[in-house]
């Protein structure tokens, strides 16, 4: 048995930065992970691998749409599904190992098992009881089910079962037209599956600008990918060949089916909590099963904390990270904390999507009054040259101050483009001060300075 000033248990994104930086702050530290490599969720089969594979999906994409207008001639290259998949796991690998050098140059003590709280102040690992001052659970989330549906990950995947399809599939139908849906379903629709995806509302990524969302769905149509809108998915059957996907339309009560060999649901993610015997503790939860935490991230039990997913907020990997770092600061006797008004969201399709505060339709429904500065790629050089002209950057500014108060970007390395943004927005600038800066000519960024123009005597370009 072993004593620490803190343990973390999970060693995803949240945990594993805020172990490390618990670290560098003085407190003698350990990580419970029973999954084999470090990195959680988002490392092993969520976000990494999923960008290995719209990388390497998008380069195959360009053969077909653009290589012969800039005067590549030949046939695009076949795809090695095998190999492909291969090339995702080194990428997978590489991070994990480097997330495991740094525990040991920091001195962190990897616990390998399920941990579980026993009491306050005990983290138990397979038979072992260790002590520590401090708890913190950064468990993360898992796919939620839909009823009707049974995921076996073989027909029936979640975004885990997608990552590792024993073959490209001729069909598939996506449920729900959320990040992991569009993600996913880019990466089958540049394969060459037919994709269709199924989707509750009216409109894909719910939540998201609105006019975004519109420009994404039609790019998004373009590429290949078929929408149906406005489907309660009802049940999903499986058979020798595939699956049969049962959906009522909601503004007709009429019922349809669609076939296909393999079905991803991508309807959310819930916090996973479970086996760490919260309930005997005591530690109050919120209806939606997440912790409930104060303003410090602690539970209603004293040296018991929590961060990310498991918690409330957007189920984003930085925003863990962020509640990470502020929590070691904390538990150092620090003050961390964390702007909830200034975590970007990013797709990484192609355009990616990009946000970043307030929508237009929150600032209406508060009742702000706002300016929109907008300028499309298409008036930017550089975008123009590598065929990325759709889309467009929106910055919202208070209309009184010209303070910025939100931004959304579909179009060329978006996820790349909102940091300039969220720097602004940390700073509390206006329009006016991103306008004002000189930019590089030509860089994308050139459409951000313009839509900050637009937001003043307008831009340049347009
Ligand atoms: P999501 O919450 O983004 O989208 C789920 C979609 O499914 C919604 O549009 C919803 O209306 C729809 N839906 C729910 N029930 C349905 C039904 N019965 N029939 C049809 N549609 C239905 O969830 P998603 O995509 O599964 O992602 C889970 C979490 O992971 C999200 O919080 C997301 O932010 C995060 N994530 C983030 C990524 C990124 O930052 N790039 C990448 C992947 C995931």
Request: a neutral charge; glycine letters at 12%; aromatic letters at 6%.
């Amino acid at each position: 048995m072993a004593s620490f000033d803190v343990i973390y248990i999970g060693a995803g994104p949240g945990g594993y930065v805020s172990a490390i930086r618990a670290a560098q702050l003085g407190l003698s530290v350990a990580v419970v992970e029973g999954r084999e490599t470090l990195g959680g969720t988002c490392l092993n089969i969520g976000c990494i691998p999923s960008k290995a594979l719209l990388h390497a999906t998008h380069l195959l994409h360009e053969t077909h749409e653009n290589f012969e207008k800039m005067g590549l001639m030949g046939a695009a290259p076949k795809v090695d599904w095998a190999k492909m998949l291969g090339y995702k796991t080194d990428v997978v690998g590489q991070n994990t190992k480097g997330i495991e050098f740094l525990f040991k140059k920091n001195k962190i003590t990897w616990l390998k098992g399920w941990g579980s709280i026993p009491e306050a102040g005990k983290v138990k690992v397979g038979n072992d009881t260790h002590e520590t001052k401090n708890i913190v659970v950064a468990t993360g989330s898992e796919a939620s089910s839909l009823p009707g549906v049974a995921v076996d990950e073989v027909t029936v995947v979640t975004s885990t079962g997608a990552l590792t399809l024993p073959k490209i599939p001729k069909s598939m139908v996506v449920i729900g037209a959320g990040v992991i849906g569009l993600e996913m379903g880019s990466v089958y629709a540049r394969l060459g599956t037919q994709v269709t995806v199924v989707e509750y509302l009216d409109a894909i990524t719910p939540g998201m600008d609105a006019e975004v969302a519109k420009t994404f769905q039609r790019i998004l149509t373009k590429q290949g990918l078929k929408f149906i809108l406005g489907a309660a998915v009802q049940g999903v059957t499986t058979g020798k060949k595939g699956a049969s996907v049962a959906y009522k339309l909601r503004k007709d009560n009429s019922d349809a089916t669609l076939e296909a060999e393999v079905v991803l649901v991508a309807t959310g993610r819930k916090p996973y909590t479970a086996g760490l015997g919260l309930e005997g503790l005591g530690v109050e939860m919120l209806p939606r099963g997440q912790i409930k935490v104060d303003a410090h991230y602690q539970t209603n039990i004293k040296g018991l904390y929590a961060i990310g997913d498991a918690i409330p907020g957007p189920m984003l990997a930085h925003k863990a990270e962020d509640e990470g770092v502020a929590v070691a600061e904390i538990l150092a006797g620090k003050y961390g904390h964390v702007n909830y008004g200034v975590i970007p969201g990013v797709i990484y399709t192609t355009p990616e999507v990009a946000n970043v505060g307030m929508t237009e339709e929150q600032l209406k429904e508060a009742g702000v009054a706002y300016k929109v500065g907008k300028f499309p790629f298409m008036g930017n050089a550089r975008a123009k040259a590598v065929f990325q002209g759709d889309g467009f950057v929106k910055i919202l500014a208070d209309q009184a101050t010209d303070r910025i108060l939100g931004a959304h970007i579909i179009g060329p390395m978006a996820g790349d483009l909102i940091h300039e943004i969220c720097v602004a927005m940390e700073f509390g600038a206006s329009a006016q001060d991103l306008a004002m800066t000189c930019h590089a000519h030509p860089t994308y960024s050139e459409a951000v300075r313009e839509a900050a123009l637009a937001c003043g005597d307008g831009a340049i370009h347009a």
